[in-house]
């Protein structure tokens, strides 16, 4: 039996087969052209169809589509809530896809979730039964996996990690808080970070590396710190301090077996980032005297983890 998994994301659609062993073993991708919901339906669909007739793959030997959404939903139902950067809102998306294919379980999921789902069945350690993925981007993507489970709370909006707060009455958050995580610990705030730090020095080796502030990067103040750049050393050592923060409060709260980083960030040289974040949330964490503490390693599925997520959510349970 094999699954298909529906990546949806803000420019481009991405559909994978999935086989019993979890792994990808084709793929089909189109650019976002949304018109309607209508359309949109019928797109997501059509891509299932051909994903599997292309590669000889009878119907009835799907198991279930996945479809992963930028945004809530109501995998009880069958329906998006509402997505981030797509005019969607309270779309029937299993009600819509049974239209073309009647007798396949459909199941929805967060984006976030999804990644997360992924990289826990792609885990070395067979056992585990928890795992939270927090994603390093523009913003901050957090997943949730208890007792093998997604989380995903009492309507669908549980684990947005990057909105809680760690600096009271701190930057504007496109949420309507200030202050949230992701404003301090995602790619795009080591940027800004990276480019007020410049301003600052206007001497640091930051400046011939890039040469203008149009072409810093997520990787600017790391590269500069390991040539020596004091500028460089202070923006990474207070990101690195965010990121712990952060990382605490989820290690306080769930006490989760692993916590996986993905994201550009997340492939720094683990002496750079990984080690000295694994001391410091060690060090912050309520419990560190106890004997087992929370893995904190780097994702290992890339921008397939959400793909594979979103196929195996058949594997959750309940089908529409």
Known sequence: MYYIGI????????????????????????PLQFESMEQMGETLAGMAIA??????IARDQIA?????????????RGVVIKTVNIPIRFMPVAEMFHRRWADVP?????????????????????????????????GIGTG??????????????????GHTIIVHGGEQCTCGRKGCWERYGSANALIR????????????????????????????????????DAAAKAVVDQYLRYLADGLSNFVNIFQPEVI????GVSHERDEDLLLPL???????????????????????????????????????????
């Open 7 to 30: 990546d949806i994301g803000g420019t481009n659609l991405k559909a994978g087969l999935v086989d019993e062993s979890y792994r990808i073993t084709a793929t089909k991708k189109q």
């Open 51 to 56: 994903l599997a007739e292309e590669n000889g």
């Open 64 to 76: 279930s589509v996945g479809m992963g959404f930028p945004g809530p939903v109501d995998d009880r």
């Open 106 to 138: 459909v199941h929805l999921g967060n984006d976030a979730d999804c990644a997360a789902l992924g990289e826990y069945y792609h885990y070395e350690d067979k056992n585990i039964e928890s795992l939270i993925l927090v994603t390093l981007g523009t």
């Open 144 to 161: 949730i996996i208890l007792g093998g489970r997604i989380h995903t709370g009492i309507n669908g909006c549980a684990g947005e990690g």
């Open 193 to 228: 970070q990276t480019m007020a730090a410049m301003e600052q020095h206007k001497d640091s080796m930051m400046w011939e590396m890039v040469g203008d502030s149009d072409h810093v990067g997520g990787r600017t103040a790391f590269e500069a710190m390991r040539r020596g």
């Open 260 to 263: 996986a980083l993905g994201g």
């Open 278 to 320: 694994q001391s410091m949330v060690l060090e912050d964490c309520f419990g560190r005297e106890a004997d087992r503490h929370t893995r904190l390693v780097k994702a290992r599925l890339g921008n397939d983890a959400g793909i594979i997520g979103a196929a195996l959510l058949g594997l959750q349970g309940g089908s529409h």
